[in-house]
């Protein structure tokens, strides 16, 4: 191939910096509830997703990467212009960062997973017409838009309603927060690390059955459950702190909670949204190293390094600012609401993620927070906004598409 | 690529906190109530004017708070408790403020006198009236428990506790306002007829202070119903 070096290097250029833009924005909506409730200051809260955004990114990031880099399109029609699949590909990157760009400079609540995939689907249709669009596979990824935020929804409603009936409505919640808290703490690191091993480990040369990953998964839970519990019991209850707020000494059992959740979060995001970046880099990588445009071998590892890397580079530089600005904004979660917020949301996306679906993770996290208000949990949620987030997928997803259309022919144009 | 989140923008501002303040300040109002009587009692009509300013003062600002926390009530914000419950809640919490204010603007305006023989029976009648806006305020002050626990379990019982006190506490100034409405009768000949007929007026408005603060527990067993 001609250019293919050149290709190679300007698609791992627009990739890193969509991951940079990824870990200097987005990942502050999965952190900023763990911020805003005082769980984690800023430096902690940045640690934290700096370590699992990595974590989830490099383990758990490969099948979502594959769709991406081989799901949306018929990438077999296209077995005699591979360069035209590259020049699709970045194309869509451009187009999705410019998107983002705009829309952020603009305050409008867009998402990254759907302007990439909308990016991908808009050069497919105009430039390869519409056979070239991989429907079914299309059509469970937008499904998964409206189910995601529902499902996400649903749990954190049970999770929270689960937390009232055990914990918050008892005559001494003290107490039942003593011994529940470190169950809900197994069963995130039981959820997490199933999800993870069930699926995703192929890409890090790790293969596991079911009952093996189950085994796993319930030793790490148990771990941090059994960790979890013993700093429970060392926290010092303060009656002091009740007269004010008779929940105060409840809501410190909570972050505790809040802190594993928070992990999970920040790797769940990973695992999903590293994809958004590199998914058309992985492309560019098969076609420039194999010829051919139909790769079956699993995304190199180092692809999944270079997308983690930009994430946390972009949270390392500008993201911490973004996570302080938003979590000033966000006190209305206490612990014990924001923990079923982020645990119905991570488990949602990571197991988005095992099956190698791209969604939203702000959306999911909306849905959740949604689920915890239908609960008569939060004091006030204001509609108007989630109407407009939950809209903004139709804007962007024609969006996306129209600039990269633009951006396909400029490429075209270019290279030959 | 440094945008505003759009994810803070989906919560919305609590009302909790302001209609907690707007209920402290008109127990504020009401609380000045006991200076002022004080003042009629010993005949110091300059005294009963600055008591006075400084309720009109202190309704002003009940009154502020009211328009402000209206403002930021958009009919899209969803909350744990119905809109129009916490708008009703507000209006009656301000009608104990306006209540006070009448009071003092009448009892000033009319440079009321009280028969000497009154004196301890109307000033224990007023406090107890005062007694029940502070157990409402004690109500109110619940809510952000309320929200913690999802108004359910444990916390709806001590809610519960504390609105049957206030029923109490009003039920006592219905009685006492009985026990002077007949003392004044009693004493009818001995007084000036407008005199007579101001002072029941006065019972009145100050039994009904109370009420008011009976009615701000109402609306909050209606929000805990739902």
Redesign the interface.
Known sequence: MEYGLIYLILAAIFGLFMA??IG??DV??AM?TSV?SRVLTIKQAVFIAAIFEFAGAVLAGGEVTNTIRSGIIEVGLLEDYPEELIFGMLAALLAAGTW??I???????VSTTHSIVGAIMGFAITGLGWGAVHWPVVGSIVASWVISPVLAGCVAYML?RSV?LLI????DPITSARRFVPLYIFATGFIMTLMTTLKGLQHVGLELGTAESCGIAVIVGATLAVGGKLVIDRIPIDPSLDRE???TNVERIFAVLMVITACAMAFSHGSNDVANAIGPVAAVLTIVQSGEVAGKAPVPIWVLLLGAAGIVAGLLM?GH??IA??GR??????P?RGFACELAAAGTVVMASSFGIPVST?HT??GA?LGV?L???????????????FLSWVVTLPAGGILSVIFFHIMRISFS | MIGRSYFSGIFGTSPIKPLQEHVTKAVECAEQLVPLFEAVARNDFDEVAAVQAEISRLEDEADDMKKELRMRLPRTLFMPVDRRDVLEMLRLQDRIANRSKDIAGLVLGRRMTLPGSLVTPFMEFVQRSIDAVRQAKKTVDELDELVETGFRGSEVAVVEALLEDLDRIEKDTDNMQIRLRRSLRDMEDTLPAVDVMFLYRVLELVGKLADNAQQVGARLQIMLAR
Not at chain 1, 168 to 171: A, F, G, I, T
Not at chain 1, 329 to 334: G, K, P, S, Y
């Open positions: 940079w833009g200097a924005n502050a909506n900023a805003g983002l760009l829309a952020s400079t603009m305050g409008w609540p929270f009232q918050l409505d008892r005559r707020f008779h929940y500008l600012r973004v600005t938003v904004e966000i006190t209305q979660l206490t014990s702000t996290l909306v927070v208000g609960a008569r949990g939060i004091a006030a949620l204001n509609l108007s906004a989630v109407r407009r987030i």
